[in-house]
C-alpha cells in the first residue's frame, strides 16, 4: 500500500493542483490569513472596485473544515482524478480546458440573481462528479453502502439527498448545467453533426507544453468518429481501477 506522500505524487497534474489550491485556500483561512469575504464572487465589486480577482479565487475555497469539505476533496480525488487518468488521459489540455470552460459557464450562470452563490468551488467539482458519470455511465457505484446504480444516476441521487436534507440545490444544480453543456458541446454535438465548437485552444495547448504538464498529447478525433458511424451514441466503456 502507498504512503500518502506516493498516491499525492501519482496524481494526475490538474487534479493535483486543484486539490491542493482548495486544501490551501480552507487551511489559510482558519490560520486568519485572509477574510473569505475579500474572495467571494461579488460583481458589484468585480465592475465597480475593479476587484478582478474575484471572477478566480472564488473557485477555490470549499469553506471551513468540515465533513462537507472532505467530502468535496474526496470527490475530486475519485472523480476528477478518474477523469483525468481515465476519458483524458494524455489529454492534459482538454482536461485544464474543461476545468477554465466549466468555471466560465458557472460565472455566467451566477450573473442571474437566482444562480448567484458567493462560492462556486463546490459547483465546479459537482460539474467534475457530473462529466464523470456521462464519461463512465455503466460503472456501479454504492451510495452510502445503502444501494447501488449505474453512474449515469449518480448526480441525480446527489441531488435527491440535498432535497431531502433540505440543502441548497442551487449549487449542485449549476455544475450539472455546466457540465451538461461541456459533455454536449464536446461529445454528444460532434457526435452528431461531425462539428466540435468547443475545441481546446490553442493557447491552452501552449501552456501545457510550456509547464511540461502531463503526459504527451492524444486527440479524440478517431473516436468521435468511430463511435458516430455507429448511429447512435450509447456512452463510453471504460474499466475503473479498484
Request: net charge positive; proline share 5%.
Amino acid at each position: 500500500m502507498s504512503s500518502p506522500g506516493e498516491y499525492y505524487k501519482s496524481l494526475p497534474p490538474i487534479s493535483k493542483a486543484y486539490v491542493t489550491a482548495c486544501f490551501v485556500a480552507t487551511a489559510a483561512f482558519h490560520l486568519g490569513l485572509y477574510d473569505p469575504l475579500l474572495i467571494a464572487l461579488s460583481f458589484d465589486e468585480v465592475f465597480y472596485r475593479f476587484q478582478v480577482w474575484r471572477l478566480f479565487t472564488n473557485f477555490f475555497f470549499l469553506g471551513p473544515f468540515s465533513i462537507g469539505f472532505v467530502f468535496h476533496l474526496i470527490m475530486i480525488l475519485r472523480y476528477g482524478v478518474q477523469l483525468e487518468k481515465g476519458a483524458f488521459d494524455r489529454r492534459t489540455a482538454d482536461f485544464l480546458w474543461m476545468m477554465i470552460f466549466g468555471a466560465f459557464a458557472l460565472l455566467v450562470l451566477s450573473a442571474n440573481p437566482f444562480f448567484w452563490f458567493p462560492f462556486l468551488a463546490a459547483s465546479l467539482v459537482f460539474m467534475l462528479l457530473y462529466v464523470w458519470s456521462r464519461e463512465f455511465p455503466s460503472a456501479v457505484v454504492s451510495f452510502y453502502g445503502l444501494v447501488e446504480f449505474k453512474a449515469f444516476y449518480l448526480p441525480w441521487m446527489m441531488l435527491a439527498l440535498d432535497v431531502i436534507l433540505g440543502s441548497s440545490i442551487v449549487p449542485d444544480m449549476l455544475g450539472i448545467i455546466a457540465g451538461h453543456l461541456f459533455y454536449f458541446l464536446t461529445v454528444l454535438h460532434p457526435l452528431a453533426s461531425g462539428n466540435n465548437y468547443l475545441k481546446t485552444p490553442m493557447w491552452v495547448h501552449k501552456l501545457v507544453a510550456r509547464w511540461r504538464i502531463g503526459g504527451p498529447q492524444i486527440t479524440r478525433a478517431n473516436n468521435v468518429q468511430q463511435e458516430s458511424s455507429s448511429g447512435v451514441f450509447k456512452g463510453r466503456s471504460y474499466r475503473l481501477n479498484g
